[in-house]
């Protein structure tokens, strides 16, 4: 036995219609996914280090322009990429108006004193005054 489909009174049904609350389930997936996504291609360029334990340190919540960090060999790297102390000078003169740049140095532990003193000079050799420490500490 054949079923007849029949069409309410008074509707044509040649009109279309979009079912919004699908809509709406794929908008919000595809936004949770775009979001995963940009998070996952953050990438923090440093090099790991081990930063020295300081419990009277000031936390700054101030994000420094440059960082720059000093392993436990003493390479120094900005952005991940080795530099020298003349290369770090030219490159804060180059991109620096010296009154408003904040610098931070993140030196290992276990950096010897010099390449740290080394890096300081070179950033003052730029003129810049605004100069930070990294480090940790030791009760979160």
């Keep these: 036995m054949p079923v007849e489909l029949q069409r309410p009174s008074g ?11 699908p809509l709406i389930d794929i908008m919000f997936f595809l936004l949770a996914a775009f979001m995963l996504v940009s998070l996952s291609m953050t990438q ?18 101030k994000t420094p322009l440059f960082q720059i960090a000093i392993d436990a ?10 530099v020298t102390l003349s290369e770090i000078t030219i490159r804060l003169k180059a991109n620096a108006l010296p009154n408003e740049v904040r610098v931070l140095i993140a ?6 004193h010099k ?26």
């Design 11 to 21: 509707d044509e049904g040649d009109e279309a219609r979009i079912e919004i609350i």
């Design 44 to 61: 923090l360029h440093r090099v790991p280090i081990t930063l020295p334990d300081a419990s009277t340190g000031i936390p700054d919540t």
């Design 73 to 82: 060999n003493g390479v120094t790297t900005w952005d991940s990429e080795i």
């Design 107 to 112: 030196a290992d532990e276990d950096a010897r």
């Design 115 to 140: 390449q740290v003193l080394g890096v300081l000079n070179a950033v003052r050799d730029a003129g810049i005054q605004k100069v930070s420490f990294e480090s940790k500490n030791p009760n979160p």
